[in-house]
């Protein structure tokens, strides 16, 4: 997500006891007189994957080497960093965002991760053999970038482009409090995540 500015939809006291309220604009349910004000919640998700492909676990079995285990090979879950402060009142507001894109990338399957999932992986390259440890590890990466293309499709299949990504996470963020705001418009949703 980006730095966002929210519409407040409330009424401000100045000095002096001067009173703006905001009133209605036309076509909306609460709209009109609006305050701006530009919160820095930002943060971001890393989607999940595998890693340590090259620590897969390898023996030689006379002139080919073989896999033999998953080793040092692991599955990533995805991880969000949030970099608006703890002590922000918008804090909670970027989190529920960041939350909504890892719970899609940690969809489960029958329990497991549907997503980078190790085993299914790991199942596409146990077989795997060469005259060379070094090209049995090129084959094992090879894999993986098909796998990678093939589970991004299937996720896109499932929740869309980034911008169906984001215009979910930004609705789930808007059901957070403080709620006296008004956030981001789909439309501008659509010009910040052009497809
Ligand atoms: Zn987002």
Redesign the pocket.
């Given at each position: 997500?980006r730095v966002c500015s929210y519409e407040l939809l409330c009424d401000v006291t100045l000095p002096g006891n001067v009173i703006c309220t905001a009133s209605l604009k036309a076509g909306t349910v609460s709209a009109g007189k609006y305050f701006y004000v530009d919160v820095s919640d930002s943060?971001?998700?890393s989607p999940a994957s595998i890693k340590n492909l090259r620590f897969v676990a390898t023996a030689q079995d006379g002139a080919t080497w073989k896999i033999t285990g998953k080793g040092g090979m692991f599955r990533q879950p995805a991880v969000s960093t949030i970099n608006t402060s703890a002590a922000s009142q918008f804090f909670n507001k970027t989190k529920a965002?960041?939350d909504?894109?890892v719970s899609e990338w940690e969809t489960l399957a029958a329990g497991v991760p549907k997503y980078f999932n190790e085993d299914t992986f790991y199942d596409r390259i146990k077989g795997f053999t060469a005259n060379t440890k070094d090209k049995l590890l090129n084959k094992v990466v090879e894999e993986y970038n098909k796998y990678f293309a093939e589970q991004s499709a299937a996720f896109e299949v499932q929740f869309g482009k980034t911008r169906a990504?984001?215009k979910r996470?930004?609705h789930a963020e808007y059901d957070i409090e403080p709620k006296g705001v008004r956030e981001r418009s789909d439309t501008w949703i659509e010009t910040e995540y052009p497809e």
């Amino acid at each position: 997500m980006r730095v966002c500015s929210y519409e407040l939809l409330c009424d401000v006291t100045l000095p002096g006891n001067v009173i703006c309220t905001a009133s209605l604009k036309a076509g909306t349910v609460s709209a009109g007189k609006y305050f701006y004000v530009d919160v820095s919640d930002s943060g971001s998700t890393s989607p999940a994957s595998i890693k340590n492909l090259r620590f897969v676990a390898t023996a030689q079995d006379g002139a080919t080497w073989k896999i033999t285990g998953k080793g040092g090979m692991f599955r990533q879950p995805a991880v969000s960093t949030i970099n608006t402060s703890a002590a922000s009142q918008f804090f909670n507001k970027t989190k529920a965002h960041e939350d909504v894109h890892v719970s899609e990338w940690e969809t489960l399957a029958a329990g497991v991760p549907k997503y980078f999932n190790e085993d299914t992986f790991y199942d596409r390259i146990k077989g795997f053999t060469a005259n060379t440890k070094d090209k049995l590890l090129n084959k094992v990466v090879e894999e993986y970038n098909k796998y990678f293309a093939e589970q991004s499709a299937a996720f896109e299949v499932q929740f869309g482009k980034t911008r169906a990504l984001e215009k979910r996470a930004y609705h789930a963020e808007y059901d957070i409090e403080p709620k006296g705001v008004r956030e981001r418009s789909d439309t501008w949703i659509e010009t910040e995540y052009p497809e």
